[in-house]
């Protein structure tokens, strides 16, 4: 890992941005997002499922499955992809903050606390290899991203009419 030109780096290594996405791409929550669509989709679904646990029975009790079946669907699936919302607010607010720190020509640096924040200038190498990495692995993770918010809202959407109709 430790080019020519990162040989004078004085960032600490678990805080230089190439390391930081790969750690990020590693993490068991973030390496999903890098998976094949159907896989992703998959984890996605499974979040959804589980909030289930929670969703179903606060939507009966609203919505008694035995005499509003389709409102206690609607309701419940609704509550359910909250978790998913909020794991994809996660997803998005990791990568965004590896991809920033990967663009960016400097980088901001802790020597041995809060108190001592330092800045480096990335040398053009670094940036080049840096933005490649943005361009070409981070950037389509957040396109993912973007798809799935798009769904999501568009099944909010679907739902809202379908429920007007009941």
């Known amino acids: 890992m430790m080019g020519s030109s990162l040989e004078n780096c004085p960032v600490p290594t678990e805080q230089q941005p190439l390391n930081e996405y790969e750690e990020l791409k590693n993490d068991w929550l973030f390496r999903d ?45 609704a509550a359910a992809s909250v978790t998913v919302v909020l794991v994809l607010i996660r997803l998005y607010l990791g990568w965004y903050y590896v991809r920033d720190r990967l663009y960016s020509t400097t980088v901001f640096y802790e020597e041995s606390g809060w108190y001592d924040g330092q800045i480096w200038t990335k040398p053009q190498s670094v940036i080049t290899r840096d933005r490649l990495i943005v361009t070409y692995e981070i950037n389509p993770i957040f396109q993912r991203l973007q798809i799935t918010f798009g769904a ?7 739902g809202t009419i379908v429920w007007h109709f009941l």
């Open 33 to 77: 997002s890098i998976l094949s669509w159907g896989k992703y989709t998959k984890t996605i679904f499974w979040f959804w499922a589980w909030s289930w646990l929670v969703a179903g029975p606060v939507a009966a009790s609203s919505f008694p499955p035995q005499k509003q079946i389709f409102n206690f669907l609607l309701c419940g699936s």
């Open 152 to 158: 999501l809202v568009l099944m909010y959407l679907i």
